[in-house]
Every structure is written in structure tokens, then in C-alpha cells.
Nanobody
């Protein structure tokens, strides 16, 4: 059974930083594309960033380019999202998503990811 668990969320002031982690079990992520999504109250789930299995190919939403960095350590079965220069509009529940086994590319569409974590709250105060 596959489990994906996020950690690292919290409350931070505008301009601050947080680092989210996503640990997978029951699934070796070496050849799996992964992504970070977020959902603010009253809004739909949107892609934040995504990464191919090797880490060579990445995608960022325009709203986070230059501020967020996605990375992964396949040996630790873990993905990260470094978030700098946080803004109040970044406040949301952040979700980690993992692709199907051997689906090595990234997707910006939530429906392409079969495995999801429970989410971690990120709150940025002004």
C-alpha cells in the first residue's frame, strides 16, 4: 500500500521561508514523477511545482517562480519544496502527489497523480 506524507507546514510571517517534505512509502519514487499542489479556502486545487523522476525537468506555476524550489532525493524516497519570500496569498493546504509506478514525467494536472498525501497547512501572515 502506498502512503505519501507531507510535513513542514506552519505559520510564518510574510517574507519568511518554509521547507516542505514529502516522504513516500510502499512506492519507490526513483522512476516516478511528483508534484506539489495547493488549495486555498474556496478555491480549486492548483499546481505549485512538479518534477520528473531524475529531477532534471521541473515546472513552476508563474505565481511561485523565483521564490519556490522543488527538489528530490530518490535515495531517501523524499521530495522537497523550499519556499522563500512567502506572501499571504501563498496561504493554503499544500499537497504532495506521486505518479504511478514508472510514470517518470511530471504533470500539472491533479488527475494524473494517483497517490496523494493528507496535506499540510501553510499560513503566511501579513
Amino acid at each position: 500500500q502506498v502512503h505519501v506524507v507531507e510535513s513542514g507546514g506552519g505559520l510564518v510571517q510574510a517574507g519568511g521561508s518554509l521547507r516542505l517534505s514529502c516522504a513516500a512509502s510502499g512506492l519507490t519514487i526513483n522512476y516516478v514523477g511528483m508534484g506539489w499542489f495547493r488549495q486555498a479556502p474556496g478555491k480549486g486545487r492548483e499546481v505549485v511545482a512538479a518534477i520528473s523522476w531524475s529531477g532534471v525537468s521541473t515546472f513552476y506555476a508563474d505565481s511561485v517562480k523565483g521564490r519556490f524550489t522543488i527538489s528530490r532525493e530518490n535515495a531517501k524516497n523524499t521530495m522537497y519544496l523550499q519556499m522563500n519570500s512567502l506572501k499571504p496569498e501563498d496561504t493554503a493546504v499544500y499537497y504532495c502527489a506521486a505518479g504511478a509506478r514508472y510514470d517518470s514525467i511530471w504533470y500539472s494536472t491533479p488527475a494524473k497523480y494517483p497517490y496523494w498525501g493528507q496535506g499540510t497547512q501553510v499560513t503566511v501572515s501579513s
